[in-house]
């Protein structure tokens, strides 16, 4: 009997995917193992809404493909929306759009853009983004963001998830969006700061009860030291970013690696759960492998839990 967590349960396929194939393969291990969703990052593998729109047809059990996150910068209003209101026809309504400022390294050493008063070009951004999503039009002419017109894709509408830890953030994400979607974001932090802010925004806007989804690492192994030495070392860029490093500072940890939930697949279980009784809706489940051996333990672990 499968574990009642009382929160969705999704695979993240990570930010690394290279190719349509490996992600088919690996929705196809996630659906029949029993996950609500399918969810794909974006660095600088293959871009997450044609992913997800390649891969319905293949995987009709899986009940949510979304994306986490897509950058804002580069991409314009209209753009966005066309691109995920396409992904929701080929889908046939189960695309959830995860979106996010992203960090000041990348929006200004990548795309060029400025790095300033991302809180109010994120509020104008949504402000057309949202009524395109919902197929209305937009009409928005703010500091930061020009947009006027509409589409006519026929889709349902896509609800967005914002990438959201700060205050000024988490209050725009329970106002203007269906929710929020959290890395390097432990229980404590998010019973403490992340679900009373946006929950509160929320109802204030007199909205329903935002979704709080967490990407979580799990890895069953029998060296969780090792593991977490091994991931600090990976982690050293993400950890310096601001975003991340307030949240880990808030935790009381050092590095994500800390925030790693590793063990046994009992340990696995009680660390899930943990941050559900915190307030997650949703489980974004990732395995922190360094081995096959790891990664195929770690997925059969999971098959268990999730068939318990």
């Known amino acids: 009997m499968a574990v009642d967590f009382g929160a969705r349960i999704a695979f993240g396929a990570g930010t690394g995917v290279n190719s349509i194939p490996l992600l088919r393969a690996e929705a196809a ?6 996950f609500h969703g399918f969810w794909v ?26 994306t986490s996150v897509v950058p804002l910068a580069g991409r314009h209003p209209l753009a966005l929306a066309a691109q995920a209101r396409t992904a929701q026809s080929a889908l046939d309504g189960r695309f959830t759009l995860g979106i996010g400022t992203s960090h000041q390294m ?22 057309a983004l ?19 017109g509409w589409l006519t894709i026929e889709a349902e509408p896509v609800p967005i998830l914002l990438a959201a830890m700060g ?11 269906a929710g929020t979607t959290l890395g390097s ?36 192994t029998a060296d969780v030291a090792g593991l977490r030495e091994h991931d600090r070392a990976q982690n050293v860029m993400y950890d310096a970013f601001p975003s991340y490093r307030a949240m880990l ?17 009992d340990d696995v279980v009680e660390g899930l759960a943990a ?28 098959a268990n839990i999730l068939r318990r």
Request: proline share 5%; with cysteine.
């Open 249 to 265: 500072d808030r935790e009381g940890v050092q590095s994500g690696a800390d925030l790693l939930v590793a063990g046994t697949i």
């Open 275 to 302: 941050y559900v009784a915190a307030g997650v809706t949703d489980l974004r489940v990732a395995i922190a492998a360094r081995t096959d051996d790891e990664r195929e333990a770690t997925k059969e672990a999971l």
């Open 29 to 34: 291990w996630a659906e029949s193992v029993g």
């Open 185 to 220: 974001c432990g229980p404590r932090t998010i019973a403490t700061h992340i679900a009373p802010t946006i929950n509160a925004a929320a109802e204030l806007g007199g909205r329903a009860q935002p979704r709080i989804m967490a990407r979580v690492g799990v890895c069953v």
């Open 130 to 148: 949202g009524p395109l999503l919902r197929g209305e039009s937009c009409s928005v002419e703010g500091d930061h963001v020009f947009a006027e």
């Open 106 to 127: 990348v929006v200004e050493g990548f795309f060029g853009e400025p790095w300033r008063q991302m809180a109010q070009r994120t509020a104008e951004y949504l402000g």
């Open 41 to 66: 990052s974006q660095v600088f593998g293959v871009d997450p809404i044609v992913a997800v729109a390649a891969l319905g047809a293949a995987s009709p059990g899986l009940r949510e493909f979304g």
């Open 167 to 177: 205050p000024r953030m988490l209050e725009i994400a329970g106002r203007l969006t």
